[in-house]
């Protein structure tokens, strides 16, 4: 798969505080926030067909549970490798949405890291990143 | 008072490029800077060097912390340490009951030295079911949030335009995620940045 | 009244349950919204689409029975039995997966909520009321068509203010329409802060330090025409920060500047500033 370039969020999972309380461990049921993981949109034909990232034209590989990607912040070129343990995000609610950082830009959100994993490379604050995501 | 305003006088005018006295000039070749910080952390596994859960007690320039799993944390703020509550703020503003993130580096006795502290941080997907006077109320995951519009300080952005204040043009029934500050021990937050679809 | 009102209920059930099979048999989202519900937690992945089509073909046959003539008891005691089996799994999907879609009356993700319930507790009553119908509900409706009319008309206005699955077709736009007439959301001025950070952040100048940065922004301020915002930052070793100034009547990403600046001595290390060229974006670094 070569890199792809898109969006980014960040969620929470596991044991939580506030409106997060009630997440659970995600798809995979082992999401922590703590942990280097991310949630794919094409972790199984069930989350498939509720992320539809087809919709938006972009056609992501199957990925299942515990497979490593790796994300690069096109902002800042820091970069983080995590494990599938969610479902996510919701690609077809923001098709042609797009972040920049100069003249790097992602479009469609693709990703969502957890919180340790978004803010080794991203301040949280910042809620939306563009990216690029690779499998080496 | 003086201080604070010296140094923010001197920072202004040091980004401003009327420079004085300075005696370096290091390159920052891009291939350079990337570079600079490598994460090693095995993907799958904790960061030693993040910690989240409730704060149980401020104590002079320390946070202690009950993680959501149970572990304790004892999270060092430093003059350098970032803290975000709905908008960057002071170590002042941190109350025990607040919920955090923190990134930093682990110290050897345990302690985490914090470059950043985000205080009762949510980031919600969820849809708009109605809205009132500043504020929208949230359907999130079958739960109802409140959030609070705070003039000043809330932003919008539309389908990746530039933010602005002005949120009248959030619509009810849409989706739109909802970067806030959490109101402790209750369904309410404030807002920081809604982001709209077109 | 009771007569009349007994005997429209497989007219009432009939319509809902059909209603619902449609969803889950002929609707293009039927997959995503078996993937939502709290099947996949009760049966499992795999099990949780064909089971949703099964209920859906269940609830079409008995739909279709209830309307059409003649009226049997039987009809009444399945619709109860499956009003209960609705009511005990939103029950449990609430308790168990509260985060799961109702995939009830429409393929959206419908969280299960007190009204949700509602509504499985007056399918119930509605199915104990058929099986107490003397005779079939196009003979009730045809002896007295005002009455009967009435009854169908407030129920069904029940069951729909009871499906949150329906909000989009009528309480939603009277809450827009609310919001129209009121603006509660007006009065928003002002540049907030967030579009100072994007404009750094689009800007190359901060691509190029942003692997320095150690923190969030910490502190942020506005002086004469322009907006700062310092990170702290760690360069050559030392701890430092970086400060970006934004003019305030600049929009461009090319007009933000940063300089590093040395927390100890105060000495500015580094700085660079964007300049706007046709040909793209270049950094200059300023002798310091």
């Known amino acids: 798969m070569a890199a792809v370039t898109g969006e980014m969020s960040w969620f929470c999972c596991g044991s939580a505080w506030g409106p997060c309380g009630t997440t659970g461990g995600g798809a995979c049921g082992t999401c922590k926030s703590g942990n280097y993981q991310h949630a794919w949109p094409n972790a199984s034909d069930a989350c498939w067909s509720i992320t539809r990232p087809d919709t938006c034209g972009m056609s992501l590989s199957r990925r299942t549970c515990g497979f490593r990607h790796y994300t690069t912040n096109l902002c800042s070129g820091l970069r983080v490798g995590t494990t599938i343990a969610d479902c996510g995000p919701q690609t077809d609610l923001w098709c042609g949405e797009r972040s920049c950082c100069g003249s790097a830009c992602g479009t469609n959100r693709i990703i969502d890291l957890t919180p340790a994993a978004y803010s080794a490379i991203a301040s949280l604050s910042t809620g939306l990143r563009p990216v690029s995501v690779d499998i080496v | ?198 | 009244m009771i007569e009349v009102l007994a005997a429209l209920q497989p007219l009432v059930l009939g319509a809902v349950l059909i209603w619902s099979a449609r969803v889950k048999l002929f609707s293009r989202r039927a997959a995503a919204a078996a993937n939502r519900s709290a099947l996949v937690r009760l049966l499992g992945q795999d099990r949780a689409l064909p089971a949703y089509r099964v209920l859906g073909g269940v609830e079409l046959t008995l739909g279709a029975l209830l309307l059409a003539p003649p009226a049997l008891r039987l009809e009444a005691i399945a619709a109860t039995g499956l009003a209960v089996g609705f009511l005990a799994y939103l029950t449990y999907a609430r308790r168990v997966a509260p985060t799961s879609s109702c995939g009830c009356l429409s393929a959206q993700p419908i969280p299960v909520s007190g009204r949700s319930l509602a509504r499985a507790g007056l399918l119930v009553a509605a199915g104990v009321l058929a099986g107490l119908a003397a005779g079939g509900w196009w003979t009730a409706l045809a002896a007295r068509p005002l009455a009967g009319a009435a009854v169908l008309l407030a129920e069904l206005a029940l069951v729909v203010a009871l499906s949150p699955e329906l909000d989009a077709a009528w309480l939603l736009p009277l809450r827009r329409l609310r919001a129209w007439l009121t603006r509660p959301l007006r009065g928003g001025s002002g540049v907030p802060l967030l579009a100072a950070v994007q404009q750094i952040q689009l800007s190359d100048a901060y691509r190029r330090v942003a692997p320095l940065l150690r923190s969030d922004v910490r502190e942020h301020w506005d002086d004469g025409d322009g907006r700062f915002v310092g990170h702290a930052a760690h360069y050559q070793g030392r701890p430092v920060t970086a400060v970006f100034a934004v003019p305030l009547a600049d929009p461009e990403p090319d007009a933000v500047r940063v300089a590093v600046v040395d927390d100890a001595t105060g000495e500015t290390l580094l700085s660079l500033a964007g300049t706007p060229r046709p040909a793209g974006p270049r950094l200059t670094v300023v002798p310091a």
């Open chain 2, 1 to 198: 008072m003086n201080q604070s305003l010296n140094r923010r006088r001197l920072l202004a005018t040091a980004a401003l490029g009327g420079l004085v006295g300075a005696t370096g000039l290091g390159s920052l070749a891009p291939e350079a800077a990337f570079a600079a910080e490598a994460v090693t952390v095995e993907p799958g596994a904790p960061d030693p060097n993040f910690a989240e859960g409730r704060i149980s007690k401020v104590s002079g320039n320390m946070l202690l912390v009950t993680g959501s799993d149970t572990v304790l944390h004892s999270i060092r703020i430093t003059n350098g340490t970032s803290i975000w509550k709905l908008h960057p703020t002071t170590f002042d503003q941190v109350a025990v009951g607040d919920g955090l993130y923190a990134r930093g580096v682990r110290l050897p006795d345990g302690t985490l030295a914090a470059d950043s502290v985000w205080v009762n941080i949510v980031n919600l997907h969820a849809h708009i079911a109605s809205v009132g006077r500043n504020m929208l109320h949230l359907d999130h995951k079958g739960q109802r949030i409140v959030a609070h519009v705070v003039p000043g300080r809330s932003a919008a952005v539309y389908n990746g335009t530039p933010a602005v204040s002005d949120m009248s043009l959030l619509r009810v029934g849409r989706h739109v995620q909802v970067l806030g500050a959490w109101h402790p021990d209750t369904n309410e937050i404030s807002i920081a940045t809604v982001y709209a679809a077109a």
